[in-house]
């Protein structure tokens, strides 16, 4: 079974800090991970996604995203965070073969970016 | 841009009510998609259709049925509504090939009392 885990419910992080939002994974196969992040009573907007190639992924926002195979991570970061980026972020795996049709969620991490 | 709507931002429904939540997309995508959304769990799959008229259970059908009768709309059935099943649910579609990104419907909060 595939499973994703994101360590933090929440992170901290001042206006202009880098900001890291962290992830792991447990697939089958070679997995296609993915980013989206979720504005207040908004559905989740795609940010990023890996599936093969370049280990690190360039995304919306100024977002990306660095797969490392070694340690079946998948981190969310952005150089100088911005309030605007406050919101909830999950990330999401999916596997190859029988259950390449199923996208399993982290359980989300909030970010607040305060001023 | 793909769109996907959803029938209702918020719903509020009495105990033992079968309750209705319709998901229409329109780019023409072969896979729909049903999550529910709670704190702290994330998002968990509850049905998905890779077709009209094909379903298979994801990973917390029980209390949910979903029916697909043309491509562009995917609807979730609560046959009894209880308050358990009180939530944010979120529908979602994308395209058959490749490695595709979902995309994601602005969400129906339903409250079961």
């Known amino acids: 079974a595939q499973s994703v885990a994101q360590p933090e419910d929440q992170v901290n992080v001042a206006e202009g800090n880098p900001l890291t939002v962290k992830c792991t994974y447990s697939v089958s196969g070679n997995p296609y991970l993915f980013w989206y992040v979720q504005y207040p009573n908004r559905g989740l907007q795609f940010l990023l996604k890996y599936i093969t190639g370049d280990n690190l992924v360039k995304g919306s926002y100024g977002f990306e995203a660095e797969f490392n195979k070694s340690q079946t991570s998948f981190h969310l970061k952005k150089p100088s965070a911005l309030v605007s980026d406050s919101a909830l972020y999950f990330c999401?795996?999916?596997?190859?073969?029988?259950?390449?049709?199923?996208?399993?969620f982290g359980g989300g991490t909030r970010v607040l970016v305060k001023p | 841009d793909v769109k996907v709507t959803q029938s209702s931002r918020y719903l509020v429904k009495r105990t033992g009510e079968k309750v209705f939540l319709e998901c229409v997309q329109d780019?023409?995508?072969?896979?729909m998609f049903w999550y529910r959304q709670d704190p702290g769990l994330g998002l968990r799959l509850i049905y998905f259709?890779?077709?009209?008229?094909?379903?298979e259970k994801g990973d917390i059908p029980e209390g949910y049925s979903v029916s697909r009768e043309k491509k562009e709309r995917f609807s979730l059935i609560l046959e009894s509504a209880s308050t358990n099943q009180t939530s944010m649910y979120l529908c979602?579609?994308?395209?058959?090939?490749?490695?595709?990104?979902?995309?994601f419907g602005p969400g129906t909060r339903l409250t079961v009392t």
């Open positions: 979602a579609s994308r395209d058959s090939g490749g490695a595709g990104e979902q995309y």
């Open positions: 259709s890779y077709d009209v008229k094909m379903k």
């Open positions: 999401a795996v999916r596997g190859g073969g029988a259950a390449g049709n199923k996208l399993t």
């Open positions: 780019m023409d995508h072969e896979n």
